[in-house]
């Protein structure tokens, strides 16, 4: 691993592999998780990707079943009032 730090610091050419990952959609991922569950922000951005998508996407299967009955909900509301 030193060699690849050295490299990187040199400014030496990577021919594949993720380097970075794009800052907006890391504030994104952060925001969203940290809004649904209040969890601070060092927290939720120390996980790894892998981790922080995977509550991304759990937060988010949470919120279409609930959204999902709320409308089940209101279209039984409308139709028996």
């Known amino acids: 691993m030193p060699t690849v730090f050295a ?8 021919p594949g592999g993720i380097v970075g990952y794009p800052l907006q959609t890391l504030y994104e991922e952060v925001a969203f998780v940290a809004y649904h569950f209040h969890w601070p922000h060092e927290t939720i951005v120390n996980f790894e990707h892998a981790d922080r998508l995977r509550w991304v996407r759990e937060i988010s299967a949470i919120n279409e079943r609930r959204n999902s009955e709320h409308n089940h909900e209101s279209d039984l509301d409308a139709k028996f009032s």
């Open 7 to 14: 490299r990187l610091q040199r400014g030496a050419e990577c």
